[in-house]
Every structure is written in C-alpha cells, then in structure tokens.
C-alpha cells in the first residue's frame, strides 16, 4: 500500500472521496435534517506537524537488538508511521485525530517480514516486557488496535509485508493466504486462478485477511459466501508460549474449538499470521437489482421468506424507511434512486401506497450460472411479490455495486462540518428482530436529542441473514456540540452506552461483525456472562503471561 | 425409555434386531471373507448374575443428603444401572460387557429432573470428591462415559429425564430442547409443530441432544442439514463454578466463541442442559435413489461435483468397491442390491465396465418441494452421468433407509460368532482424501492380518461432506484371537493405534463426528498441538477446580 498516499485523519487514499458532484439534495437535505447551522465553520484535521507528540519510549538499547531481529528498514519511530497506527478508524479515532489529540501514539512501528520474525518481535517484546499491537489494515472501529493509556512501552506490528496468497488447492477449494494481504491483494491473487474469496466488507480495500479473521469480519456479501467464521478452515497464530496451528480440514470432533478461540481473538492471544481459507469460484455473473416494499415489516417478510427458502441469493440488504430516504437523497440528479422513484411515483405506484415515508428498499443479488442465476430470480420475485415487492430493475443494483466501499469516504466530509456521525450493529432471531430494531433506534434518536445533538436522524439496513435471524445496522448522525475533541467524545459516549444497554436489554447480541476492542469491552461480560470472562482470563494468563499482547482488549490484560 | 427392555450387553432393544431372514449370502459370504472357522462355537455374553461387580462405594453418609437432593427414586445403586452406565457402545465395551469384565462401574446412576438438580448434584460431588459422568444415551464409542479406572468414587448422571423440547420458535425455525432427549423424543416433538432437525446419526434411536453436542457429532444427513455444530445456536452448561450461557443469536462477534468451547467438551468442564436448535421445515418429499459409478475415482469425482455445485443434496453416500460388495452381499435374496444388480449386470452393463469388484454404490437424496427436489434431480444425473453414473432408481434409496439404524443389531451376531468389528472415521480436504483413504484402509487390512485376526475386510464410504473436503468412514472385521476379553482389547488395540497413527500422518483429522473420549485422547495433542493442550488443560482447571467432571476424559483430569 502507498502510505504517504493514505489519508492519515480520515478514511482512504488522498486520490479517493465520495463523489458530490450532482447529488444536489444531499447537503440541503442533510442541514435540514440535522438542523446543520447554514453559516457553519469548517473543522478541517490539523496538519501533521501540528500535533504534540510523546518522544518514542523506545531506547537504543531496546531498539538495537529489534533492529537486528527484523532489519534496520523494518522498524519505524517517526512521526508519521506512528500518528498512522495510533487510532482505527472509528469516528472517535477521527474526531481525536483530527483535532491533533494523540496522547498515546505506539513507540514504534515494525515490519516483520515473516512468521519467525513476528515470533522473535514477540520474544524480544517478553523479555522486555513491551507491549504489542497486531495491526492489519488497521480500519478497527471499535478501539481495536489503540495503545492502553499506560507507562507499558508499546510497538505496532504491521502486518502490510505478509500480504501473499501462500498456495491455492483448486482441487479442495482453499487457499493458504498470509495475515497481512487487504481484500484487493487477496482478491488479486485468488481471481487469478479463478476463484474469489467473497468477503466485501465495506472496508474491503484497507483491511486485511488477519483483521477479518480475529474480529469475526462479515462482508456485503456474507448472505451468498459466509460469514469470516465459515470461511476460515484453519489458522496460524504465533502466541508468546508459541505458535497454535489447527488442522486443516472441513470440519472434526476433536474436542472443543480452538480454531473458534483464535478467530475473535483480536490479537490478545497471539498474532494472527496466516489462515487456510475456503474459495468459490469467481461466478460468471452477478445480477443485483432493486426492489421496493411497503413498509417495512413487508420488506422484512420478504427479506425472511428468502433466508428460510432453498434459493441462496449472494446479497440481501433492505433498508428501513429512514435510510431509503436517505439513499433518495444521496443520489444523484439526473440518475439513481431518486430520479427512477420520481419516474415511478409520478406515474401510478403513489396510488397504490408506496411513498418514500414507508417504502423500503432492497438490494438482492444472485450470483452464479446465468441459468441458474436466472432460475433463481424468477423464484425470488415470486416470494417478494408475496409481500407486494416491486422490482424496480438493475440500474439501482448496479449504482448501490458501484459506491459500495465509497461512503466512508463520505464521513470525512460529514466531520469538515461538525456531524457527529457513527454506526452500530448488533443481530437477533427473526421474531426478536423488530423489538431489537425498534429499542435501537428510538434510544439512539433519543440519545441523540438528548446530547444536544439536534433531532438525531437514525438509518437502519439488515445486510447479513440467516435463515434463523438476522443483523441490524445503524447509521446515526446529529451535530457535534463543541469543538473539543474530548466533549465530543463524551457526547459520542453517552450515546453509545444507552444504545449498547438498550440492544442488550432487548435481546440482541453486542455485536455482530465489528468485534469488541476497547469500546465494546465493558459489556463482553453481559454477553458472556461471569464464567465466560473467566474463560477469556484464564486463556489470556495461559497463552500471553506476561501481558504483553494487546492489552486491554476484551478486557483482558 | 423402556429401560428394562434395553440390551444391556448390545445394542438397543430386545424385540429389534438386524433381519437375517432371506439374506441367504451374509453368512457363507462372511465366512468366506474372514476365514470364520465354520465348527465355532457361539460365544454368548454372560448373564447379569455373573458378573462379579465391587459394591458401591457410596454409604449413607454420602446417599442421604444426594436423596435429599434429588429425591429418593432418581438414585440407583444396585447392578443393572451400574452396569449399563460402565461402558459405551463400542466394539472395547461390548467385548468386555459380554465376558462380564466390568472393574469400575459407576457407583451410582443419578437421575436429575431439572437444571437445578444438576447443580446440586455437582455441589455435592465437589463438596464430597466424588467424580461426575454426564450420560445421554450412552452411545458413545470411544471411552466416553466410562468411569476412570481410579480410587475416584463416581456417579453417573443419566439425563433422561431432562427429555423436552422446551419451546419452538417457528418464525427463527428454532428450538429450546433439553439434553437428555433422543432422536425420536426431539424428532417426535419438532415434528409436530412441522419441522425437523435433520440430525440422524446412525445411534438416532438411543443418543440423546446433549450427546451430540458435547461429542460434536453429524448426522446421515448432515450434508443436507449440518453437523450438530452448524443446527446448534446456543447453549447452556452447567459447570461446577457456576453456568454458562451463550447468547441466543444466529451470529455474533462477541470475542473467542464460548459456544465451540462447549461443543466437543464431552463432559470435561459441566453438564450440557439444554440447546437452542435451527430446525429446517419438514420436507414435502424425500427422493433417495441409488447410482453405480465404475470405479472409487469416479464416484469421488461426482461426490466432489456434487457439493461444489448448487444443488444442494440432503445425502450423498459412496461406499468404496468393498463396501458396495458387502451390501450386495447382504442383501435380500429376492430384492435389494444383490438382486438389482445381477439383473443389471447381466444385462449389457457387465460389458461395459460395470462389476462388482470395482463398480461404487452411491445414495443421493434430495429433501424439499417436489418441484425444487424434481429440478435438482434433474440436474444431479447430468453431474453423474459426466462420471459415468448409472441411476439404479429409488429401490435402493428405500432400502437404505429401511435399514439405516439397524446395523449396530448386527454387531451382537458378529461378536456371538467371535467377530472382532469395529468403525473408523476421519475427515480431511478433497485433495488428499485418496491418500488418507489408502493409508487407512492399507494400514487396517496389515494391522489385522498381523494381529493374528485373518484376512481383514475394510468396507469404506464417505457419507459427510463439504465444498472443501469430506469424511471417511471404515468398518473393519476380523477373527478375534482368544476368548479373553483382554487379550481382544489388546488386539484391538494394536490396529486402532496404528491405524490412528497412520491417519494423522496422512493428514487426516483425529476424528470428524465420533469424539475423543479415551480411546482417542492419546493423539489429541498430535491433532491440537502442545499450546492447544495447554488451553484445554487450563479451562479445566478454571471450570472444574476440583476435578470431577468426566476425569480422563480429552486427557484432561
């Protein structure tokens, strides 16, 4: 990856953003939904200089000897690399990067080039007793890769140079692909022999195999290929006492999962270093289009019908009322949803009760054979048509494909003006799923409002589904209300906790693809109970004992 | 269950048995194959009486306050409970059951009625070192249930009364259901609220819910409806430093997976309770058909084709040339395989490649909507006939299913007659399945010949699958060497150690749906490594501080 071409404040490379151009409602409609002060400032991100940074901790008696083990090129302590491996990339990082708040930066930076070199930086780091902090593409938007605010010395280790698919078995279907490789290296090198991997997680391009793996990743796509979990046939995992390798094989009874301990693991066990993973082949054909429901409990039938019916779409996103306005809104002039639902409400479809107030759109996609793929839609219409779908065509498939891993990009410019702006995810059971969806977003909006956030405005998808339940996706957004990055963290806080709580309470699971990290941590142990935490104690002194792997994560240090 | 009615030196029920009427060719066959001395005399297991059993070693003092616990009919010290808790199923056990060797019966049978009752037994085994060996059917094949040999005094608690299916949930297709239920009591249940849960082991009739997730078992139909771990959502164990429960969410990426942990730990860290269970709708149809393929290598082919097509099939089963011969041979004299294929055979098949020595019997099965089921057929025959497949028709299909759980009946004809049989399972990718089917069945076929057993019959199938790799499955059958039960075990011993050797070393995983219990516990570090024994002997002394929860068991005590 080109690093002086990443944004380091903010989302992507420098050459990318979220395209504006003739999606003319989308400023007007947000100030109107946020109540967006018109004569705003802008807060554009300090420069990098402008920020005060710790000197590393690191001496040359400790550096000399990593320098030895990894290389001099290796090892970095500079300014840069350590602003860049400070924070994920939640909109907390953001608004503390931003703002040029990093009080606690790694000491140093390291590339390991290998597995033994990843196991000497290990060593090297007991015996010293320094902390370390696997990194992949480092997009955490859970606090997942942030030094502990402590005097532990801390060194990043960047995984960027493991970024080879090690050998493909066409035959059985898998890869053994290095921890460090982003979606396009591990894509590149799978398509090339034909097959593809199928995780598309909206931070596909700067994200890695290793982070999916032990943060229990799901991509767009999870419906059609699988969640990370069901994708992973084996891993290795360099721990301080060494190195885990299971077996590689489609499944076995030996005894509880060890392979289950490692993915989820967030690097407080171990490093991640490679994983033998399971392929499909590249399909022939993608065919995604649009549908329009009601409301949203029709969407939702459908959406149900679908997971519980033998017809394996690839993708299912329906999003609720608010967020298809909100698509409307985003898109642009002349195409896209807004211009095709003008066509279509102008015409008849008004009278028949679909409106943009209640209607709800989804995305669903077949991927395969064309014959197939073919049979398949035809069946799937059937089913939506049942709950009075109404196919809206492929030109909507096609614009939601295209701007797919664009709309972080979108964010940074949300943060130029001051929108508090993040997501929550969590899963439940089909018959819960309404209950979860109404007490997560009437807390946030509630919330929201209550922080002085303004009228919060609150865009619900569900994206991954199984036949026996789904996952529910939030994006919130409402006006920050101070320009210091630690008010607007705390306003950010509160919001989270009286979600999380509420998402809890009703049921749903802490989390459903994003992990715990540090800012899921204080409720790991609702969700898993006080003999569960035990569990993930007791693993934690046995596999790292003396504290050095990511500490603080999962709560375990 | 009608416990008077159980064979307590076989398998299953006193009115069932493996129908040897009209199937004129088994026994010359047999004879033959094996080399069976045809003036044997028939080796009968012992009587009850005979067995010279040690008392219990729980006196009043311990008896009392568990009958306060747990009231007085739910505890059992006298011999026909203790004998049928002392062993598993497995040829080991069967031979010493019948010669009336049963050193270390448990010295109670506990029959708990409720959750809380099995916490208090667990209170009262810790408070009084007394060790605890939880019991579903007692099914197992490896050691599992069986007492350790030890000055441990032990009780055996039998979850048969722990039998319901608690609720359904029909809109998330899940179901509550508690540990101790059978395959018919869970399928009698589901069944009439409409669905299934599509896990039928071979042991269906006397397995029990909390056995197959504790020993992560698969059913017949596993490819069509999962392994036991893919049908299980959430569970609850109770522990002996309090219980564990895992959230009731069709996917989460809450941390390191408690639920693998608990799945596959045979008993070692706490009584599985009960599970939430992903149930499929009953299917309309169920069209099982029989296809020959003209050599392993083909059906192989096919098998692979199948799985990483779309299609979907609720069975796909290949027996291997020797296997396909032993059905023949056990067939019906005027029906079944046998007679099919002499007709077919001696029509113009044999010219083309087709016979017996070669040719492999493969069952295919689709469950679902007869429209959906007739689309697949459809397109199953072409993947087939890509690989020369002849389609035998449903008669088989039938056939298979008629006698699906009657085998292990013929187990106790095989061992009256001083048969030494046994079963062997693995699992690896499709890459290297030829090899570790060689190495398995060469490896079977010298350990016999050289333990003095004969000419050694291995019949083969793969019967669970995946897109990645798929299972294999070897009965083998020889002479025993003595009357002695002991010397048996011995002999016994010898092939299942080198034959477990063999398949490590080829690759292949320690076991795919059998477990580990004792019989496998030696080579669990060969498969997990030094590290992952760490981790499981660490849990064990977090859950079970005290140590007695199934001692030996997964090596861990």
Known sequence: MDIQNLRWWGWGTLNQSFDLKGRTAFWPGLERMLELPRDRELRPPVTLEEINLRPSRLDARLLTPLRRLLGEEAIFTDRRPRVEHAYGKSYRDLIRLRAGYVPHPPDAVAYPADEGQVAALLAWAADNDVAVIPFGGGSSVLGGVEPQPSDHRCVTLDLARLDRVLSVDPVSRTARIQAGATGPEVEAQLNAQGFTLGHFPQSFEFSTLGGWVVTRAAGQNSIGYGKIEDLTQAVRVVTPIGVVETRDTPATAAGPSILGLMMGSE????????????????????????????????????????????????????????ETAAYALMSHQHHGLRRLLDKVLAGYL?????????????????????????????????????????????????????????????????????????????????????????????????????????????????????????????????????????????????????????????????????GIGRDHAPWLEEEIGPVGMKVLRTLKQTLDPTGIMNPGILLLS
């Not at 994983?275 to 995604?288: E, I, N, S, V």
């Not at 939702?300 to 017809?311: E, H, N, P, V």
Request: proline share 5%.
């Open 350 to 514: 008004g009278l028949r009760g679909y409106g943009l107030d209640d209607s709800c759109l989804m995305i669903l996609g077949f991927d395969g054979d064309p014959d197939d793929v073919e049979h398949r839609w035809n069946r799937a219409l059937e089913v939506c048509r049942d709950h009075r779908g109404l196919h809206l065509g492929r030109s909507i498939g096609r614009s939601w494909q295209r701007d797919r891993f664009a709309q972080p990009y979108l964010r940074d410019d949300l943060l130029d003006n001051g929108v508090l702006v993040d997501t929550l995810e969590t899963a439940t059971t089909w018959s819960n799923l309404l209950s979860v969806y109404e007490a997560m977003t009437a807390t946030l909006k509630n919330a929201i409002a209550a922080s002085g956030g303004g009228p919060g405005t609150v865009l619900t998808h569900v994206s991954h589904a199984y036949p026996y339940g789904a996952s529910l996706y939030s994006t919130f957004l409402g006006r920050q209300t101070s320009r210091d990055p630690l008010d607007n963290q705390e306003q950010w806080r509160t919001i989270k906790r009286e979600t999380t709580d509420a998402i809890l309470a009703a049921g749903g699971t802490l989390t459903h693809h994003h």
């Open 267 to 322: 690097g407080s066990y171990g490093v991640l270093t490679e994983a033998t993973m399971r392929l499909h082949p590249l399909p022939k054909m993608q065919d995604y289009r649009g549908l329009l429901f009601r409301t949203f409990d029709d969407g939702l039938a459908a959406f149900r019908d679908l997971m519980q019916s033998t017809l394996h779409p690839a993708i299912v996103r329906l999003s609720d009322p608010p």
